[in-house]
């Protein structure tokens, strides 16, 4: 079976002004989700503004949680929460939560992560898991970055499950940058990822899972990503602030479908 494209739009700590919410939840609501799924993960602070905004055919994802539940746990937010309001996904993992975010915070691990997802699907949710590489070791080519990037897939080999995972690669060092990998580096790393989930998981589940590509995709750049045949949608992040989203969306779509 074709795997189904997915397209999720990262607010961040995205608007101040809470008048914008409107404007930018119509952007969302524009798109054609007929073939292709779509997400969208407001601020931890608009979640509770917008979640029931949205059209159907477009989950509201928070964009992090905890692995405990309620209780007295300051500043988290838990699955249990998600599950009240409707919420069916949540997005752990991504890069500015794992050191990347220019600040002596501490980056959560991959070992935490795989705890946070294990309690998203005690709750009925599902994840999506953010991984990716600085520039660092992007610059030590493929076999650099695949090793990197097994490192945050290992403790998740339990929980490799095609119909409550997608897997959200990241180039950190495309990030807010307006830099993007080129096709041939997306498809390049994404079949590498594919070949090493096959080998250390399953065959069936490699095939099924969905990866997205997550490093500063745009209108312009979607339909050549579309075309690579392991890129099966986007974690987009400052053009999910804008009209040009829905075209993100209708590129991968009508990629897939041809």
């Known amino acids: 079976m074709p795997r189904r494209p997915i397209v999720g739009g990262n607010w961040k700590c995205n608007p101040v002004e809470v008048s914008k919410l409107d404007g930018l939840v119509a952007n969302i609501n524009a798109c054609d989700t007929t073939d292709c799924d779509v997400y969208v993960c407001p601020s931890n602070l608009h979640v509770g503004i917008v979640y029931t905004k949205f059209k159907e055919g477009v989950w509201c994802t928070p964009q992090n949680c905890n692995f405990k539940g309620c209780g007295a746990f300051t500043g988290e937010m838990a699955a249990d929460q998600m599950v009240d309001m409707g919420l069916k996904w949540c997005l752990i993992g991504h890069s500015e939560r794992r050191g990347e975010f220019g600040l002596p915070t501490p980056p959560e691990s991959s070992a935490l992560l795989a705890a946070k997802c294990e309690y998203l699907y ?13 520039l660092s070791i992007r610059e ?3 076999e650099a970055v695949l090793e990197y990037c097994v490192q945050q897939l290992k403790p998740f080999l339990p ?8 897997i959200a690669y990241e180039p950190v060092w495309s990030i807010g940058t307006g830099v993007t990998a080129s096709p041939e580096q997306a498809q390049e790393t994404h079949a590498a990822l594919r070949k090493w989930i096959a080998e250390n998981k399953d065959p069936a589940t490699a095939e099924a899972i969905r990866i997205q590509y997550g490093g500063s995709a745009t209108a312009a750049n979607a339909p050549q990503l579309s075309a690579c045949p392991d890129v099966d949608g986007f974690l987009v992040g400052g053009a999910s602030l804008k009209s040009e989203f829905a075209e993100i969306v209708a590129a991968i779509a009508n990629a897939k479908k041809a």
């Open 122 to 134: 005690s709750k009925g949710m599902k994840c999506v898991y953010a991984i990716g590489e600085p």
């Open 140 to 142: 030590k080519g493929i």
């Open 159 to 166: 929980l490799m499950d095609a119909e409550k995972l997608v």
